[in-house]
C-alpha cells in the first residue's frame, strides 16, 4: 500500500526554480534513502539526486550547481528543487524509495511531466 505522489509539475518558462515534492503514504523514515529521477525525451531514465533518511545526499555531477533536495518527516515529504530552469530539462520527473535491506529502488511514483520552454 506504499505510495509516492509527485505533484509540482507542468508548463513553465525557463529561468527561475523549479520546486517539486514527493509525498509518501508513510513516514520516509521507514525507507533507506528516496532519490529523484528524470527521463528525458528519447534518453533513459537516469538518476538525479538521492537523499538518505541519515540526512546524505548525491546529485548527479551535471546537476550539483542547479539541484538540491531536502526533507520534511512530519510531511512525510522530499522536496527537490532545480534552478534556473531550461529546456532541456524537459522530461518526467520520477520519485521513487528505497527500502533497507533493498539495493535497488523498489517503489516509485507515477511521474510528472516538466515542460520548460524557452
Known amino acids: 500500500q506504499v505510495s509516492l505522489v509527485e505533484p509540482g509539475g507542468g508548463l513553465m518558462q525557463a529561468g527561475g526554480s523549479l520546486r517539486l515534492s514527493c509525498a509518501a503514504s508513510q513516514s520516509i523514515f521507514t525507507f533507506l534513502s528516496m532519490g529523484w529521477f528524470r527521463q528525458l525525451p528519447g534518453e533513459q531514465r537516469e538518476s538525479v539526486a538521492t537523499?538518505?533518511?541519515?540526512?546524505?545526499?548525491w546529485y548527479r555531477d551535471s546537476m550539483k550547481a542547479r539541484f538540491t533536495v531536502s526533507r520534511d518527516a512530519g510531511e512525510n515529504t522530499v522536496y527537490p528543487q532545480m534552478n534556473n530552469r531550461k529546456p532541456e530539462d524537459t522530461g518526467v520527473y520520477y520519485c521513487?524509495?528505497?527500502?533497507?535491506?533493498?539495493?535497488?529502488?523498489?517503489?516509485w511514483g507515477q511521474g510528472t511531466q516538466v515542460t520548460v520552454s524557452s
Open positions: 537523499i538518505s533518511m541519515s540526512g546524505n545526499t
Open positions: 521513487a524509495a528505497r527500502r533497507p535491506g533493498r539495493d535497488n529502488y523498489s517503489i
